[in-house]
């Protein structure tokens, strides 16, 4: 990264602290949207996200990565690949919202990293320093400890954290900026997301023109909710390092854990809370074990696994 003035960087952690805070407030947005329900508001999502997206790109001509990625069909089947992912994703975290799991759908964004890193292992073939075993290992007793105080595995958390640590794997071959990523995600979406919404209205069940003005702007203001976010993180990220960005990730899953039991008064009894300190002392100790490995010189005779150093800083659902 190159080196940035004082004024930059400040700049850089304005828009990081805007980008995650905007997504860890996101629980109090989708209940504004019943009585839509969860497959209507994802549907709006996708075509309300790429109408927002596509006046952005023409507002600044940002179009040639879309004739490249066209003529790139490997490419462009991982784009397909990460749009389906991260609609599972999207449409679990609104149905876990509207239906009380915010504090579980936190869960997943952070032990999120920890999957991340276990899929290096077992599909990359990565290599772990002992400490991040070791975060990984109490990362799987916090599941266990959990399982136990649900009386279920918690599944949404689950299906949220390997959902998007898929996504991250596959845009990260893909390599797209995160607007245009965007984009080409919801060109894919837009014509299922398009039909399903017609087919609603012609039931008569579209909550869209059924509801009133007031909520036809709420389901059309989905796409801002979706791609504000990734313009101030796109801002941030060419403007902080990398371990800045790992650290303020955690604002989004500990806002919306605040939201589960502060302002949606959600259960905690003693097991979900002996899970929940496990997974934080499991990111502590990943964390710190990142921070101190990246103010080591380096060492280019030594290989280094591509596990992550910082937590990946990809962006939470919001």
């Not at 602290?17 to 109090?28: D, H, N, S």
């Not at 549907?43 to 990565?65: G, P």
Request: hydrophobic fraction near 55%; charge should be positive; proline fraction near 6%.
């Amino acid at each position: 990264m190159a080196r940035t003035t004082d004024g930059e960087h400040r700049i850089g952690l304005l828009n990081g602290f805007a980008a995650y805070g905007m997504w860890g407030l996101v629980p109090l947005y989708w209940p504004l949207l019943k009585p839509a329900g969860a497959m209507e508001i994802l549907a709006h999502r996708m075509v309300w996200s790429l109408v927002f997206v596509a006046v952005a790109l023409l507002f600044v001509r940002r179009w040639a990565w879309a004739g490249e990625l066209l003529r790139q069909p490997r490419r462009l089947a991982l784009v397909v690949v990460a749009a389906g992912v991260i609609t599972v994703n999207w449409g679990v975290y609104i149905w876990a919202v509207n239906a009380g799991h915010v504090v579980e759908a936190s869960l997943g964004y952070f032990i999120n990293p920890l999957v991340t890193i276990a899929m290096g292992v077992l599909l990359l073939k990565e290599r772990l320093r002992p400490v991040q075993w070791a975060a990984v290992a109490i990362g799987f007793a916090a599941v266990v400890v959990l399982t136990v105080g649900y009386g279920r595995p918690p599944w949404i958390s689950l299906c949220l954290a390997f959902s998007f640590a898929t996504y991250g794997l596959v845009k990260k071959k893909v390599a797209l900026g995160g607007v245009e990523s965007l984009a080409a995600e919801t060109a894919i979406q837009f014509l299922p997301a398009l039909g399903y919404l017609l087919w609603l209205t012609s039931r008569g069940d579209a909550s869209f023109v059924n509801e009133g003005t007031g909520h036809a702007a709420l389901l059309a203001s989905t796409g801002i909710v979706t791609a504000l976010p990734l313009v101030c993180f796109g801002a941030a990220a060419i403007r902080v390092p990398l371990s800045t960005l790992g650290l303020l990730q955690y604002l989004a899953p500990i806002f919306q854990f605040l939201l589960g039991v502060l302002y949606f008064d959600e259960a905690m009894p003693t097991e979900r809370w002996a899970g929940f300190a496990l997974v934080w002392l499991a990111l502590i100790l990943l964390t710190g074990d990142a921070l101190r490995f990246a103010r080591r010189p380096a060492r280019r005779a030594v290989p280094v696994a591509r596990v992550p150093e910082t937590p990946a800083p990809a962006p939470a659902d919001a």
